[in-house]
């Protein structure tokens, strides 16, 4: 203990994840999402069609629902715009980053040496699009740390052999 130093950093010096140029999704990501937006306002405009088919009381405001209803659906697609425009990810050589938020930009850096088990999931929509998403698992906790969706398959299972290897180096 008589070597032990203890000394300052400077934090201006250090690098910034800031200045890292994120990757975007791929641009079919947002017809995914699309389609998956429309495929929820569907069952649930099917669920108050039939509520109004089989409860008449319902009909006088039936004006009123269709305005929440439609509000409530453009509301849906302009946050899913927004956070489409917003995510993006980054390799670098020590690390992942993943970018994401509405409101607030949320980036998550994971070091490689902390990565577990990498995934790689289809979507039934995904998959028509030739997308899928990668999931990035530390220790401890049962769900992953970091989902990147909307990555073309090719690019996504190199992706995953990137993060295999880094995995293998460490053991």
């Known amino acids: 203990m008589e070597n032990f130093t203890n000394e300052t950093i400077d934090t201006t010096q250090l690098p910034r994840y800031e200045a890292v140029a994120f990757s975007v999704l ?3 990501y947002w017809k995914v999402t699309l389609i998956n937006v429309f495929l929820f ?3 649930i405009g099917t669920v108050l069609g039939l509520l109004l088919f089989f409860n008449q009381g319902l009909l006088a405001f039936m004006l009123e629902i ?24 980054a390799f670098r050589r020590h690390d992942v980053l993943y970018r994401h938020g509405i ?3 949320n980036t998550i850096v994971i070091p490689y ?3 577990q088990h990498v995934a790689l999931h289809e979507g039934f929509v995904s998959r028509y ?5 990668i999931e990035i698992f530390t220790a401890g906790g049962s769900s992953s740390d970091i989902e990147i969706p ?7 299972e190199n992706i995953k052999q990137l993060l295999m290897g ?4 460490q053991l």
């Open 66 to 89: 269709s305005v929440i209803y439609s509000v409530l659906l453009i509301t849906v697609l302009v946050l899913s715009r927004i956070s489409f425009k917003k995510k993006g990810f």
């Open 103 to 105: 409101i607030a930009t």
């Open 113 to 115: 040496n902390r990565v």
């Open 129 to 133: 699009f030739g997308l899928a998403k």
């Open 41 to 43: 306002f569907l069952i």
């Open 150 to 156: 909307g990555i073309e398959m090719e690019q996504a």
């Open 26 to 28: 791929h641009s079919n």
């Open 166 to 169: 880094k995995i293998q180096k």
